[in-house]
């Protein structure tokens, strides 16, 4: 039995310039951080000759181009497996559709376990960068690249996008008083929706590749802004960050139409008027994850609960994807 677990993340700041569209011509910048969320996978191997496949489905494919998953099987004609009498089985503790990253999660929790089953070592450079080919090469997925990045690797992290396709990856260099602070007063918050991210990438690559110089600019916008983030991180000014992620926000809801909704509006404007500094849907929007940073922790949680939202309490994880059985 080998069982992987692999960080969902938090987007910080330059989220979305990490789209092939925009960093190959402009370059791309964001800061990630994981958290302690987790994708699992699971692998054993069974008497049988097929495959039993468990996620929110369940298969029993006689050969891996029966398999439905495309990321499964992609995975495995990538690493080259092709035993039948195997069992793999997927949990998370957080719903697909969120916005916290785990369709990566769950590609790099994959990749790392039938590498292990191998007997393969691979270093998370590589692995986040087989699981970008998996889901936006063989998948055909029009994603970013943080997210594979951001939980092969674990901790907060900055990410630069390099024209020619190279991820250069260093540690947000914050004091221990910041990253507490962080934890403590960063809050999520469920609305309800969960939603597929391609159809609001899909338009947003689109119009990047069209050269669409509003789509550009506010993108342009957004990189800077993460900029900005990194240096109110590095000197310890958290609220100059919250005031960025409210200005980020409203910058991003210009991007698409899908990007928000009534509801996420009110319960948006509810949270800074109990507490808030700033906020932000994480994710490519239209639902998932409202996070807030706040001085007023108790205020803000209330004033959420009477919305029916629920909040989910995080720390940071600084292991990245990890075999925790083999």
């Not at 996620?55 to 080259?80: A, V």
Request: charge should be negative; proline fraction near 2%; hydrophobic fraction near 35%.
């Amino acid at each position: 039995m080998i069982i992987t677990r692999s960080p969902l993340r938090i987007s910080l700041g330059g989220g979305s310039t990490d789209i092939k569209s925009y960093y190959q011509e402009h370059e791309g910048f964001c800061i990630s951080a994981a958290i302690d969320k987790y994708v699992y996978t699971a692998l054993n191997v069974t008497p049988h000759d097929y495959m039993i496949i468990k996620y929110s489905e369940m298969e029993h494919p006689k050969s891996i181009n029966d398999i439905k998953h495309p990321i499964i099987r992609e995975s495995l004609r990538l690493i080259e497996i092709n035993n039948l009498n195997l069992e793999l089985v997927s949990m998370a503790d957080i719903p697909a559709g969120t916005g916290l990253g785990s369709s990566s999660s769950f590609t790099c929790a994959l990749l790392k376990t039938l590498h292990t089953y191998k007997k393969e070592f691979i270093h998370p450079h590589e692995l986040a960068e087989e699981a970008c080919h998996v889901e936006i090469d063989l998948c055909g997925e029009p994603i970013g690249k943080q997210d594979q990045f951001i939980s092969a690797y674990g901790g907060i992290n900055i990410f630069k996008f390099c024209k020619d396709g190279r991820v250069d990856v260093k540690p947000l260099k914050i004091s221990d008083e910041t990253l507490y602070s962080l934890e403590d007063n960063l809050l999520l918050f469920f609305t309800g929706y969960s939603r597929n991210t391609s159809s609001i990438l899909k338009e947003q690559d689109i119009r990047s590749k069209e050269h669409d110089e509003s789509m550009i600019q506010n993108l342009h916008h957004v990189k800077q802004m993460g900029y900005d983030s990194k240096k109110a991180f590095e000197s310890g000014n958290i609220e100059d960050f919250a005031e960025i992620m409210n200005t980020h926000w409203q910058i991003k809801k210009q991007r698409s139409k899908s990007m928000s909704n009534t509801n996420i509006d009110k319960w948006y404007d509810i949270a800074l008027k109990n507490g808030a500094i700033g906020g932000k849907l994480i994710g490519s929007g239209g639902g998932g994850y409202l996070m807030f940073y706040t001085n007023e922790n108790q205020r803000l949680r209330h004033a959420m609960a009477k919305e029916g939202l629920n909040e989910i309490r995080f720390k940071f994880d600084f292991q990245g994807t990890k075999i925790m059985v083999e």
